[in-house]
C-alpha cells in the first residue's frame, strides 16, 4: 500500500507553509502526486444597493477574490515546483468546505491546517473537522509551528472501534516508514487485561506487514491530555487516531479528544473515520 496522491487545502489570505512543507514531504518520501485545493465564494453585502454602484462593488469583490486565489496558487507553486515533479491546482468559487471534500475524490490523503481561530473568510477555510467527517479520506492535520514531518516514532491512539481500525489501515504506508511504533489504549484499571489483548492484536496484525509494534495500555485520567503524554514520552512526531464525533443542527460535534486533536494538536495528527 502506498499514497499515490495527496490534496492539501490551502487556505486564502493567510500562510500555508507548515502545510505544504508537510505535504511536499510526503509526495517525497512516496513519490505522490501533490494537487492544491482553494476555493471561496462572494460575501453575502452587509446591505443592498443596484445599479452602476452595485455592479462596480461586485466587481471589486470578484477582483479581490481571484487575487487571493491567485496569491494561493504562488505559494503552492513556490514551494512544490521543482521539487515535486507531478502538481495540480485545482480552485473553485464555491465554499471550501463543500469544495474540499468533494475532490477529495481524487486522493488518498488530505493535508490541513489546525482549526484556525481567525477572523479570516469563514468561506475559504475549511475547518479539519468538516473534512474528517465529510471527506470519506484520512486527514493529516498540521500544526502551525511545523517545520518538518517527523515520523520517526508514530504513536497509535486505539481504542476498540470502528474508527480506529480505519485510522490504523489507512496510516499503514506511514506506519512502515516509522523506526518506531506504539499502540497505546487509555483504559481503566479493571479492563487493562482486555485492553492489553486488543493492543497485541493490533501488533499482530501490523507485523504482517513489516510494522513491528509495541503494544502498551495506560491508565485513564479522564483528560484529553492522556495521550499527548504519551506521545511526548515516547518522543512521537505523529499520532494516528480514529475520529469521533455526530452531526447536531448540520455542524459536526466533535469528542473531547478529537477536537484537542483538530484544534490544539502538539504535533502532526493523522485522523481517520
Same mark, same amino acid.
Given at each position: 500500500?502506498?499514497?499515490?496522491?495527496?490534496?492539501?487545502?490551502?487556505?486564502?489570505?493567510?500562510?500555508?507553509?507548515?502545510?505544504?512543507?508537510?505535504?511536499?514531504?510526503?509526495?517525497?518520501?512516496?513519490?505522490?502526486?501533490?494537487?492544491?485545493?482553494?476555493?471561496?465564494?462572494?460575501?453575502?453585502?452587509?446591505?443592498?444597493?443596484? =445599479?452602476?454602484?452595485?455592479?462596480?462593488?461586485?466587481?471589486?469583490?470578484?477582483?479581490?477574490?481571484?487575487?487571493?486565489? &491567485?496569491?494561493?496558487?504562488?505559494?503552492?507553486?513556490?514551494?512544490?515546483?521543482? #521539487?515535486?515533479?507531478?502538481?495540480?491546482?485545482?480552485?473553485?468559487?464555491?465554499?471550501?468546505?463543500?469544495?474540499?471534500?468533494?475532490?477529495?475524490?481524487?486522493?488518498?490523503?488530505?493535508?490541513?491546517?489546525?482549526? #484556525? &481561530?481567525?477572523?479570516?473568510?469563514?468561506?475559504?477555510?475549511?475547518?479539519?473537522?468538516?473534512?474528517?467527517?465529510?471527506? =470519506?479520506?484520512?486527514?493529516?492535520?498540521?500544526?502551525?509551528?511545523?517545520?518538518?514531518?517527523?515520523?520517526?516514532?508514530?504513536?497509535?491512539?486505539?481504542?476498540?472501534?470502528?474508527?480506529?481500525?480505519?485510522?490504523?489501515?489507512?496510516?499503514?504506508?506511514?506506519?512502515?516508514?516509522?523506526?518506531?511504533?506504539?499502540?497505546?489504549?487509555?483504559?481503566?484499571?479493571?479492563?487493562?487485561?482486555?485492553?492489553?489483548?486488543?493492543?497485541?492484536?493490533?501488533?499482530?496484525?501490523?507485523?504482517?506487514? =513489516?510494522?513491528?509494534?509495541?503494544?502498551?495500555?495506560?491508565?485513564?485520567?479522564?483528560?484529553?491530555?492522556?495521550?499527548?503524554?504519551?506521545?511526548?514520552?515516547?518522543?512521537?512526531?505523529?499520532?494516528?487516531?480514529?475520529?469521533?464525533?455526530?452531526?447536531?443542527?448540520?455542524?459536526?460535534?466533535?469528542? =473531547?479528544?478529537?477536537?484537542?486533536?483538530?484544534?490544539?494538536?502538539?504535533?502532526?495528527?493523522?485522523?481517520?473515520?
Amino acid at each position: 500500500m502506498n499514497y499515490k496522491s495527496i490534496g492539501i487545502h490551502m487556505v486564502l489570505g493567510t500562510s500555508n507553509r507548515a502545510c505544504l512543507t508537510v505535504a511536499a514531504e510526503l509526495a517525497e518520501r512516496f513519490n505522490a502526486r501533490v494537487i492544491g485545493l482553494a476555493s471561496t465564494i462572494l460575501r453575502p453585502p452587509l446591505y443592498f444597493t443596484d =445599479g452602476l454602484y452595485g455592479a462596480e462593488m461586485l466587481d471589486r469583490e470578484e477582483a479581490d477574490l481571484q487575487v487571493g486565489l &491567485d496569491n494561493a496558487e504562488k505559494e503552492f507553486r513556490n514551494v512544490l515546483d521543482g #521539487r515535486i515533479k507531478d502538481v495540480e491546482w485545482r480552485t473553485s468559487l464555491k465554499i471550501a468546505k463543500d469544495f474540499v471534500p468533494a475532490q477529495a475524490r481524487s486522493v488518498d490523503l488530505v493535508v490541513v491546517a489546525a482549526q #484556525r &481561530d481567525t477572523e479570516g473568510d469563514p468561506y475559504a477555510s475549511a475547518s479539519p473537522s468538516d473534512l474528517v467527517m465529510e471527506t =470519506g479520506r484520512p486527514i493529516l492535520v498540521v500544526p502551525p509551528s511545523t517545520t518538518w514531518l517527523d515520523m520517526r516514532r508514530i504513536l497509535v491512539a486505539w481504542k476498540d472501534t470502528r474508527e480506529s481500525r480505519r485510522a490504523v489501515a489507512d496510516a499503514l504506508p506511514l506506519l512502515q516508514k516509522a523506526k518506531e511504533v506504539t499502540i497505546a489504549e487509555v483504559c481503566k484499571a479493571v479492563d487493562e487485561p482486555q485492553a492489553q489483548e486488543r493492543v497485541n492484536d493490533v501488533a499482530a496484525w501490523l507485523l504482517r506487514y =513489516g510494522v513491528a509494534a509495541s503494544a502498551i495500555t495506560a491508565e485513564d485520567t479522564d483528560t484529553p491530555e492522556n495521550l499527548d503524554l504519551i506521545a511526548s514520552n515516547m518522543g512521537a512526531g505523529l499520532i494516528v487516531a480514529g475520529a469521533y464525533g455526530h452531526s447536531r443542527l448540520r455542524q459536526w460535534v466533535l469528542g =473531547g479528544v478529537t477536537q484537542r486533536f483538530v484544534t490544539q494538536p502538539s504535533r502532526c495528527v493523522l485522523l481517520s473515520r
